[in-house]
């Protein structure tokens, strides 16, 4: 994983992009990973926190157990 200084530079523009995914249905963080290019470990940092203050919510599982996030919110 790249450097937490770095990765919280680009805060604004991951936010805007996972909620740009996240506006054309609920996905997964392996879904959002894929989609967005990032790491998925990233992608999992970056939701938890968009969580937290209520940007995205958790909605159903996927057929492999992983929970999909919608968005709640827009920046």
């Known amino acids: 994983m790249r450097e937490v200084r770095e990765v919280m530079r680009e805060e604004p523009l991951v936010r805007g992009r996972i909620l740009e995914l996240l506006a054309e249905g609920p996905r997964s963080v392996p ?5 967005s290019g990032l790491p998925a470990e990233e ?4 939701l938890m926190g968009m ?3 209520g940007f995205v919510a958790e909605t159903d599982q996927d057929g492999e157990g992983y929970y999909r ?6 920046p």
């Not at 879904?31 to 989609?35: D, I, K, N, P, S």
């Not at 996030?69 to 827009?74: E, P």
């Open 69 to 74: 996030y919608a968005a709640v919110r827009s």
């Open 51 to 53: 969580r937290k203050y």
């Open 43 to 46: 992608v999992m940092v970056w």
């Open 31 to 35: 879904e959002l990973a894929e989609r």
